[in-house]
Structure formats: C-alpha cells, structure tokens
C-alpha cells in the first residue's frame, strides 16, 4: 500500500506570507495525487486535483506541483480564511490514502 | 453542483451494528464513485471504502475489511454503510464523499462531501 507522508505537521504564519508544505508518496504514483482544506467542524474541500489542477471555484492563490513521490501545496499569499488543516491524499487504486495533515495557524 | 447528506450515525455498544445512509441530489447518483471517510475525534482524515458506479466494484480498508459494507441503490439515489462489529476505534465522524469525475476504473478527488454523521461506539 501507498503511505503519504505530509511536512511539517503544523505550521505558524502571518497573513500575506507565501506558505509551502509538502507530501511525499512512499512509492511512484505519478500525479494522482490531491490536496484538501479543511476548517474545524466542517467537511474537507478539495482544492488542488492531479498534483496541480486547480478545482473550480478555488483562489488562484493556491497551486499544487509535484510528481512521483514528492509533491508540494503553495498558498502564494495567507489570507484570515486559508487557517485550517491541510490534507492530501493518493487516489488512482485503493487504498486511497490521507496524509496526517498540516495545520497552518495565525502566528 | 450535488449535494449528499449522511444520516443513521448514533452511539452504539461494542460489538454492536449500524447502517449508515448518504443521500445524494443534483447529479447523475449512478455515473459516479462514492466513498466513506471518517475522522476520529481530532485526528485526520481516514478512507474507509469505495464503490464503482454500478455497485459491483466494492473496496475497503484493512481497518474494516470483513466488518464493514459498502452498498448503494441508484434507483434511490442512496449509498450506504452496513457497520459491524463495532469497536472503540470506529468512533469518529463519518462522510460520505462523490468522485471528480464519473467512473472508469481509477478513483479521483472527492469533490462534494456530505456534512457528516457522528458513531460513538462505547459502553
């Protein structure tokens, strides 16, 4: 089976910094790989699908790269409403696994 | 857009069983994947299971395999969850989730969650 692996856990920043964390795959999984936000109480949103296609409706602020194993979600400048739990997630064949997620939080 | 809305969670004994119910809207139910996740209480998102847009391709996670069912009915436009024998580990949150795209074999992001529906498995 796939592990993801997300970096760091957490994370304390200002708003208007440009914040990047990363997700490792433990093997070779090409692009399928997505990232979601989600706020305390509320169901997670995707927000970047295939490594880099940004969902509709989501600010542009946000970009995904990355291929086989190493992967990264970029927010180019925080907003109030970017401070939530970031997960990402392999999906091609099950197990469709989660990282542990990364908390982004007001410094 | 769809919606889903989850139903059926409830604080139940150990060892005991749950049907879980995800009630889906505004979208063709039966062209797409649908999945379970749950969430422990403050933990991350955990995948539990997945079937294909027919309902003959069914998936699990070793957590649940043999304990669990993943079900839908097209007609009703409803998936479901068959829970047994459960345990303290099951407690958490539990969504159900519809694939990006329509089904073709490969899973993609989950692009509409349903709010969640709370099993508490303790005595």
């Known amino acids: 089976d796939i592990q993801m692996t997300q970096s760091p856990s957490s994370l304390s920043a200002s708003v208007g910094d440009r914040v990047t964390f990363t997700c490792r795959a433990s093997?070779?999984?090409?692009?399928?790989l997505n990232w979601y936000q989600q706020k305390p109480g509320k169901a997670p949103k995707v927000l970047i699908y295939?490594?880099?296609t940004l969902q509709s409706g989501v600010p542009s602020r946000f970009s995904g790269s990355g291929s086989g194993t190493d992967f990264s979600l970029t927010i180019s400048s925080l907003q109030p409403e970017d401070f939530a739990t970031y997960y990402c997630?392999?999906?091609?064949?099950?197990?469709?696994?989660f990282g542990q997620g990364t908390k982004v939080e007001i410094k | 857009e769809g919606h889903l809305l989850e139903s059926g969670g409830s604080l139940v004994q150990p060892g005991g069983s749950l049907r879980l119910s995800c009630a889906a809207s505004e979208f063709t139910f039966s062209n797409y994947a649908m999945s379970w996740v749950r969430q422990a209480p403050g933990k991350g998102l955990e995948w539990v299971s997945s079937?294909?847009?027919?309902?003959?391709?069914?998936y699990y996670a070793d957590s649940v395999k043999g304990r669990f069912t993943i079900s839908r009915d097209n007609s009703m436009n409803t998936l479901y969850l068959q829970l047994n024998n459960l345990g303290a580990e099951d407690t958490a949150v539990y969504y159900c989730?519809?694939?990006?795209?329509?089904?073709?074999?490969?899973?993609?992001?989950?692009?509409?969650w349903g709010q969640g529906t709370m099993v508490t498995v303790s005595s």
């Open positions: 093997q070779s999984i090409s692009t399928s």
């Open positions: 997630q392999y999906t091609y064949k099950t197990p469709l696994t």
């Open positions: 079937i294909g847009g027919t309902g003959g391709d069914t």
């Open positions: 989730a519809k694939d990006l795209f329509p089904f073709n074999g490969r899973f993609d992001a989950f692009d509409i």
């Open positions: 295939d490594a880099s």
